[in-house]
């Protein structure tokens, strides 16, 4: 199994120009995650999904949009990027068991450069 | 309430001492608390984690104990290794409906 993987690894962009982050994983979880990284603020939550056509905001959601059309897939979508979206995007996948999260499987991350 | 203060930021210990790293939670209803790992350049990894109906668990070097009374638990190192340098992180969850809140990390060092 590979797990979760992301797609692409790095990439550089424009202010104003668009892109989307491909998240994707084999272990049939229900649950998927994106989440940005920056030095001394730890992991936060922009949107996550709890099943295949759902999808819900965390704390930092403005300026990002995601859609899960498929329950392997979890899509990253910055419509407008700005500097301050200038960041490593982990995407995250747990299985749903009793009704409570589980524990989380990380992918490789994204390191992305808005200049 | 689903704040999550994680502490120290930064903790620098001599091989073979013990590490000890402490998360404080508000909210009561929170019933997963699990530790990430993550060395330089990769991805978090679970390492330990606990619910709340335990109020300790050990896993070789490591171990987390959780006080729901003061509503902090803690992640134990021992006898460090440099190979446990990395950033630690602590989450919870407060509800069976919400995802993880994760502390800031703490940068842990571990000199030879």
């Known amino acids: 199994n590979a797990g979760v993987t992301q797609t692409p690894k790095f990439r550089v962009l424009k202010t104003g120009q668009s892109m989307t982050l491909l998240c994707a994983q084999d272990?049939?979880?229900?649950?998927m995650y994106w989440y940005r990284q920056d030095p001394g603020m730890g992991l936060r939550l922009i949107h996550y999904?709890?099943?295949?056509?759902?999808?819900a905001k965390g704390e930092v959601p403005d300026g990002y949009n995601v859609s899960r059309l498929k329950k392997q897939n979890f899509l990253l979508g910055l419509e407008s990027a700005a500097p301050s979206q200038t960041s490593v995007y982990f995407c995250a996948s747990s299985p749903r068991k009793g009704g409570s999260y589980n524990e989380q499987f990380f992918g490789p991350g994204t390191r992305l450069t808005v200049l | 309430g689903e704040n999550v203060e994680q502490h120290p930021s930064t903790l620098s210990v001599q091989e073979g001492d013990s590490a000890v790293i402490k998360c404080t939670y508000s909210?009561?209803?929170?019933?997963?608390f699990p530790w990430y790992k993550q060395e330089l350049g990769k991805r978090p990894q679970l390492i330990i984690d606990?619910?709340?109906?335990?109020g300790e668990k050990k896993d070789q070097r490591i171990a987390v104990t959780l006080n729901k009374t003061a509503k902090h638990f803690s992640l134990h190192i021992t006898e460090t290794q440099p190979e446990d340098s990395a950033v630690y992180f602590c989450a919870h969850s407060f509800s069976g409906n919400t995802p993880l809140v994760f502390g800031k990390g703490t940068r842990l060092s571990v000199i030879a």
């Open positions: 999904s709890v099943g295949e056509g759902t999808t």
């Open positions: 909210d009561s209803a929170s019933n997963y």
């Open positions: 272990m049939n979880h229900e649950y």
């Open positions: 606990i619910r709340s109906n335990v």
